[in-house]
């Protein structure tokens, strides 16, 4: 099978092609626009080979996109490409709106067009695969507003959309397109949705890998609001193996839920990065006792969801999928990778981005 991936240089991306080319003998096409969080190097050289071929183009640029699929003639689509930061939404939602809805109207009629010119097997087992984000359902009620031992509900793939940032609208929209494309033109599409991802090759503007870098450069670590809020955290490489079983045997016009079982409040993320750092990194920066004392808490985010909680048995139940990492695994892999691996992340900060808030 070849796979065509979009955002293939992006954290999930680069996630699920490093997975599809160290456990498949399939081949992938990894389109990228290589914008600030797309880095070419988070595909290890050991892993590139003639199954393998990158092309940095825009999703937006229709006639570029339709080139890609006549060259490469793809058996399955991935479709990762998308603006993915909450808080550069809030500071410009217009990229999101490009990216995330006109992308992916370009992405999914280019699709189209190649699927209904096929023949045979090769139309017959064609997928469009689109990768989205639990936050397109809003947020859950938190446990800080019931009473102790209240069982709360969980997002499930029959829960109402709800957006409430410019990043989970525009997600949410492109949700909507696919399946439009779907039920009107018959385009075989499936759709997943995920809860916070965190691992290695993050771009560092995100939770964990800022509280990470921040740390070790001694820096505040940003905390918003009281940090009670809480995300069900997903090992990305426990993600990709999900997205890869999606697209060799999910069900057409089905939605699956992926999440890691992992519900956890802000402030408990940040405190256990820092006390793995006070064992795995005890040389701190000059006058630091103790990670946790870089703690600051800051004005909260506008719009700030209380609860994301995903419930996976969907997926778990139908395609076998299940996670492999607790957040206690997962997240000392993830803290040792940035450790070990300071050259990625140093010449990712020597660009434009400098460990500084957004969307205040």
């Known amino acids: 099978m070849k796979i065509l991936v979009t955002g293939g240089a992006g954290f999930i991306g680069s996630a699920v092609v490093r997975h599809i080319l160290a456990s498949s003998n399939d081949s992938v096409v990894n389109v990228d626009k290589l914008t600030y969080a797309g880095n070419k190097e988070s ?5 590139q080979s003639e199954r393998y071929v990158f092309e940095q183009v825009d999703i937006c640029d229709a006639l ?3 080139r890609v699929f006549e060259q490469h003639q793809p058996d399955a689509v991935m479709h990762l ?24 109207y370009t992405i999914l009629d280019a699709a189209r067009a190649y699927w209904q010119n096929l023949t045979g097997d090769k139309k017959a087992g064609f997928i469009f695969h689109h990768i989205s984000t639990d936050e397109v359902y809003g947020d859950l009620p938190h446990p800080n507003e ?5 069982e709360l509900p969980l997002f499930t793939e029959e829960t109402p959309y709800a957006p409430s940032s410019p990043y989970s609208s525009s997600k949410a929209s492109s949700d909507h397109l696919v399946r439009a494309w779907q039920r009107t033109y018959g385009l075989p599409t499936v759709i997943t949705n995920c809860s916070n991802n965190y691992g290695p090759y993050h771009f560092p503007e995100k939770l964990v ?13 940003p905390v918003y609001g009281d940090g009670s809020q809480i995300r069900d955290w997903l090992f990305v490489e426990d993600h990709a193996r999900a997205l890869y079983v999606v697209v060799k045997s999910g069900k057409i016009g089905e939605t699956y839920n992926i999440g890691g079982h992992n519900e956890k409040r ?5 405190e256990t990065i820092c006390d793995l750092l006070n ?29 994301y909680a995903i419930d996976a048995s969907k997926i778990q139940r139908e395609l076998g999928w299940a996670p492999l990492e607790t957040f206690e695994s997962g997240i000392r ?10 050259d990625w992340w140093q010449r990712v900060l020597s660009g434009a981005y400098k460990l500084d808030r957004l969307g205040a």
Do not use: C, M
């Open 266 to 270: 802000n402030l408990q993320v940040v």
């Open 146 to 150: 019931h009473p102790a031992g209240t």
């Open 64 to 66: 570029e996109v339709k």
């Open 43 to 47: 595909i290890p050289s050991e892993l």
């Open 333 to 342: 892999k993830t803290v040792l990778w940035y450790l070990n691996n300071q």
């Open 209 to 221: 890998p800022h509280i990470i870098l921040n740390a070790l450069a001694g820096k505040a670590l």
């Open 279 to 307: 064992e795995l990194a005890p040389n701190k920066p000059e006058g630091i006792n103790d990670y946790r004392e870089l703690v600051t808490f800051v004005k909260d985010r506008p719009g700030h969801d209380a609860r």
């Open 81 to 104: 490409a998308a603006e993915s930061h909450v808080d550069r939404s809030i500071d410009g939602p217009g990229e999101f709106i490009q990216t995330n809805v006109v992308g992916t």
